[in-house]
Every structure is written in structure tokens, then in C-alpha cells.
């Protein structure tokens, strides 16, 4: 099971740091994903982080703002968003693969339940 947390309403240029908790003892065996939906929009891919942590991707509209980092004693990822914009404003999504990291949501096995991201202009 995964719980995403730390979403909340900033203002453009601001900071969030977004959790993602694993109960599964496994963890470091998993690569973590981080997707969002805006209203209206399909769900996109953020960004992942491999399950040795050695790897990193993320998408172009995120690129160079946004980082991920995980720290599997605490069996917990995080995902920073930094200089955050008003088209970042949705529900972000942690998800978990086992072993390699994915940019398609329909490879990921489990999911937090989401955490509303809003950012004002």
C-alpha cells in the first residue's frame, strides 16, 4: 500500500515536498513513479526514481523544477517541486513497479490514492 501526502494550495514560485509511504517491507525493491491528472486531462507521468535510486527521469514540463529522491530505510519517496506554476495545479499520484522504473501508468502495479496540488497565479 502507498499514502501520497504534503499536496496544499501555494502561490506561483513556491516549494512542495510530496511523500509517498510504502508499508511493503520490499520497497527497495521498487521503482517509484509520480503521475498527475488535471481536471479535464488525462492522467501524465511526472517523473520516477529506479529502485536503486540510481536513475531519474522526468518529464520536459518538469524537468530542472521538480527532483525525486527516496529513502528506503524509511520506506518512503519524496518528490520536490520547486519555482511551481499555475499548469502544475492537479492530483499527484505516487505509484510503485517492481524493479525497473516506467514512464506508462498502465505498468505500475500499485497507487496512492492522490494529493491536491493547487498553485495560484
Known amino acids: 500500500q502507498l499514502e501520497d501526502s504534503g499536496g496544499g494550495l501555494v502561490q506561483a514560485g513556491a516549494s512542495l515536498r510530496l511523500s509517498c509511504a510504502a508499508s511493503?517491507?520490499?520497497?527497495?525493491?521498487?521503482?517509484i513513479g509520480w503521475f498527475r491528472q488535471a481536471p479535464g486531462k488525462e492522467r501524465e507521468f511526472v517523473g520516477f526514481?529506479?529502485?536503486?535510486?540510481?536513475?531519474?527521469n522526468f518529464a520536459d514540463s518538469v524537468k530542472d523544477r521538480f527532483t525525486i529522491s527516496r529513502d528506503n530505510d524509511k520506506n518512503t519517496a519524496y518528490l520536490q517541486m520547486n519555482r511551481l506554476k499555475p499548469e502544475d495545479t492537479a492530483i499527484y499520484y505516487c505509484?510503485?513497479?517492481?524493479?525497473?522504473?516506467?514512464?506508462?501508468?498502465?505498468?505500475?502495479?500499485?497507487w496512492g490514492q492522490g494529493t491536491q496540488v493547487t498553485v495560484s497565479s
Open positions: 511493503e517491507r520490499t520497497f527497495s525493491s521498487y521503482s
Open positions: 526514481i529506479g529502485w536503486r535510486a540510481i536513475n531519474t
Open positions: 505509484a510503485a513497479k517492481y524493479y525497473r522504473p516506467s514512464s506508462g501508468p498502465e505498468e505500475y502495479d500499485y
